[in-house]
C-alpha cells in the first residue's frame, strides 16, 4: 500500500492561511485519486476535498467552497491543501488519503491509505 505522511498544520489566527503537505511513498505511480479529510474533537471523521489523478477534477465540502484548494504534483507524489480565510471552525486534524479506484468519493470508506494527521488550530 501507499504511505502518506502530512505537514504543513499549525496554530493560526482567524483570516490566516496555511499550506498543507502530503506526500506519498516513493516508486509509486498508480492513478490515485486523493482526498483530504478533517475530523475535530468529538465530531466524525469529514470530507473536505477531492482530486483526481490527473488533477483536472475536483470537489470540496460546501463549507470550504471559494477559500481551499486543492492540487497535485504527481512527479513528487504530493498532493497540496491551500487553505485560505481560515476560521475558528476549521480546527481539525486533517488527513490526506490514497484511493486506488480513482472514484474521488467523499466516503472515508471509500480511501485505501491514509497518513497520521496534522493539527490546525485557528483562534477567534
Known amino acids: 500500500q501507499v504511505q502518506l505522511a502530512e505537514s504543513g498544520g499549525g496554530a493560526v489566527q482567524a483570516g490566516d492561511s496555511l499550506r498543507l503537505s502530503c506526500v506519498a511513498s516513493?516508486?509509486?505511480?498508480?492513478?490515485?485519486?486523493m482526498g483530504w479529510f478533517r475530523q475535530a474533537p468529538g465530531m466524525e471523521r469529514e470530507f473536505v476535498a477531492t482530486?483526481?489523478?490527473?488533477?483536472?477534477?475536483?470537489s470540496y465540502t460546501d463549507s470550504v467552497k471559494g477559500r481551499f484548494t486543492i492540487s497535485r504534483d504527481n512527479a513528487k507524489n504530493t498532493v497540496y491543501l491551500q487553505m485560505n480565510s481560515l476560521e475558528p471552525e476549521d480546527t481539525a486534524v486533517y488527513y490526506c488519503?490514497?484511493?486506488?479506484?480513482?472514484?474521488?468519493?467523499?466516503?472515508?470508506?471509500?480511501?485505501?491509505?491514509w497518513g497520521q494527521g496534522t493539527q490546525v488550530t485557528v483562534s477567534s
Open positions: 488519503a490514497a484511493d486506488h479506484l480513482g472514484l474521488e468519493s467523499d466516503d472515508p470508506d471509500q480511501y485505501d491509505s
Open positions: 516513493a516508486g509509486i505511480f498508480s492513478r490515485y485519486a
Open positions: 482530486i483526481s489523478w490527473s488533477g483536472a477534477h475536483t
